[in-house]
């Protein structure tokens, strides 16, 4: 019971992070609506990296008797924001721009990829 209620809080948290990332590497940087929907975006991932965090793997191997694989990519989102958030605060555009580009590729494209395969919840519910 607890899996699914932190799985559909996973959901709620990531879904809007699929559109909200893309949204914002397409856009025109530095202006009030990119920082505001960036912030949002930033608490957003933090919160879903933490959420998957409280998620035992499923499927493929277990570490510790709870984290698989995936996991790592949760743990790369909890570096990276704010390590990029730092990076522009301090004026860093490049490093922060390669922080975000990276993380979504790496915790949206790749990880959200991972979701799709066989014997995981998205699997089954795209593809029954």
Known sequence: MYYDILMFSHLVTVVPCI???AYLLLVTKGTPIHRLLGKIYMVLMLITACISLFMPALVGP???NHFGWIHLFSFLTLWTVPTAYA???KGNVK???RKMVLLYIGAIM???GFTLAPG???HELFFG
Request: net charge positive; aromatic share 22%.
């Open 87 to 89: 990076a522009i605060r």
């Open 120 to 122: 995981r919840y998205l």
């Open 19 to 21: 559109f909200l990332g």
């Open 62 to 64: 277990q570490f510790f």
């Open 110 to 112: 790749i990880a959200g």
């Open 95 to 97: 490093s922060h721009q």
